[in-house]
């Protein structure tokens, strides 16, 4: 069988399509443009992928075409599906007739922290020698590839809010039907799709109601946002983690956040020293051990597992150190993500210097909603350098204004040249984006290098 993958070097799709491949399918696909980590992974499975959207990629017809979220009416290739009346299907709902069907499912949704969260929970069921399958929107480094098939009966998900398709508007994991479900947290985002809070909250409303009765949710404690949702109906038990009064919570036992204890029902139930830094971090390892505890996996087991853990690609990423000066790579792209990405190297470096590189890519940064919040998100940093897309309508000058050390460029070469010769033994150079950002993390090493 043949399926064709529109839209397929994007987190989510490329992680379809290791799915159909490991199922024994030819996969192929298209996309406008390709970046790694998802590129690399596709080409490393063989999966041959076409550059631009043409109708002579349906050459000859696939058995089956799963159309992406980005795509839409009026594109080359989709006009052509519809014109040809070739079969066509979403990446969810594939994703649960073809493999989700018949397995316990945990899901892991919320604004921040879910691959960070996935890629935990896969791990501790793979310490434990589970096994399982997973898809998750990201490449953790203790698997190497974002997505596999594993062993029956666990799949651990990324349960991501944003929309299905162009003819599916509801969010993808409306179609997972997770019997542990974990609510990370919730905010404004996607305003290119929601608009606003409430339009997200009774998406995630739809989820909760997909939940079992002998299904358990996990969600953050005094989340405003979360409770308004669980108040409009709930028929699952659930416990909560965050701070002392929570079913569960974390003693740190540093001020980086790598080594802390676990507690369960106001008792010590174990203790974790990891790579990871930040107090984000400590709220997804709690989520993703309360979730383990829920199949009946140890949780002196499950600390011990995350002892062995590597982060996930472009999550606080080193990415180099040349002449003393780190580079890191960070997916942060909404300001609560920015704020605690840089909290948490602070408290790792000290005072040395922090030089925050930020590229507003996603849709909703595009369109400036969160701009307002920029200035106390970046506050953290000793230097913020800001990138000002061409697709971009607002400008990003008057954020640079109201920042102590700011400074914008048009030109990523420029951006280069300035962080070369501003930039000395003992700094921090964090970068941030959700795309590849023209290769820039390479690009200024090779720099700093010379």
């Known amino acids: 069988m043949h399926i064709h993958i529109l839209g397929i070097c994007g987190t989510f799709m490329a992680g379809i399509a290791v799915l159909a491949r490991q199922l024994g399918y030819k996969v192929t696909g298209s996309d406008a443009a390709t970046y790694p980590p998802m590129s690399t992974q596709l080409e490393a499975l063989g999966i041959k992928c076409y550059s631009g959207y043409l109708p002579k990629n349906l050459v000859p017809p696939p058995d089956c075409i799963i159309i992406g979220n980005a795509l839409s009416r009026g594109n080359p290739e989709v006009e052509a599906i519809f ?60 698997f190497g590839v974002s997505a596999r098939l594993g062993k029956r009966p666990f799949f651990v998900v990324e349960a991501d809010e944003y929309d299905t398709a162009f003819f ?35 998406q995630f409303h739809h989820l909760i109601r997909t939940v079992p009765s002998k299904g358990l949710i996990i969600h953050k404690n005094n989340e405003e946002a979360i409770d308004e949702v669980l108040k409009q109906g709930c028929w699952t038990p659930h416990e909560n983690f965050g701070e002392k009064e929570s079913d569960w919570h974390a003693n740190s036992l540093n001020q980086e956040g790598s080594h802390f204890e676990v507690w369960y029902k106001g008792q010590p139930v174990g203790e974790v020293h990891w790579d990871l830094i930040g107090q984000h971090n400590i709220y997804n390892a709690l989520a993703a051990i309360a979730s383990s505890h829920h199949i009946s996996i140890p ?81 953290g940093a000793d230097i913020v350098i800001l990138y000002q897309p061409k697709n971009i309508n607002w400008s990003l000058f008057q954020i640079a204004k109201s920042l102590r050390n700011g400074v914008v460029f048009k030109e990523v070469e420029e951006l280069i040249s300035y962080l070369v010769t ?19 993390h390479n690009r200024l090493l090779m720099a700093l290098n010379r």
């Open 422 to 440: 501003r930039t000395y033994r003992g700094d921090h150079i964090l970068i941030m984006s959700n795309g590849g950002f023209e290769n820039i």
């Open 168 to 202: 599916d508007k509801r969010s993808k994991f409306v179609h997972y039907h997770p019997r542990t479900l974990v609510l990370n947290n919730l905010e404004f985002d996607h305003a290119d799709i929601f608009s606003d809070l409430a339009a997200i909250q009774r």
């Open 83 to 142: 014109n040809k009346d070739l079969p066509y299907i979403s990446g969810p709902q594939w994703l649960a007739e073809k493999v989700l069907a018949g397995r316990w499912v945990l899901a892991v949704a919320g604004t921040h922290g879910k691959t960070t969260t996935s890629s935990l929970l896969a791990w501790i069921l793979e310490y434990i020698g589970e096994s399982p399958g997973f898809l998750i929107g990201g490449v953790p480094e203790n």
């Open 299 to 379: 949780i002196t087991l499950a600390c011990e597992a995350l002892e062995t853990f590597r982060n996930v690609k472009r999550r606080l990423e080193l990415r180099g150190k040349v002449k003393g000066i780190s580079v890191y790579d960070d997916f942060a792209h909404h300001p609560t993500a920015i704020a605690v990405t840089i909290e948490a190297l602070r408290k790792r470096v000290g005072q040395q210097r922090i030089i925050a590189v930020l590229e507003p890519r996603s849709n909703t940064m595009r369109m400036g909603v969160n701009k307002d919040d920029l200035v106390f998100a970046l506050g």
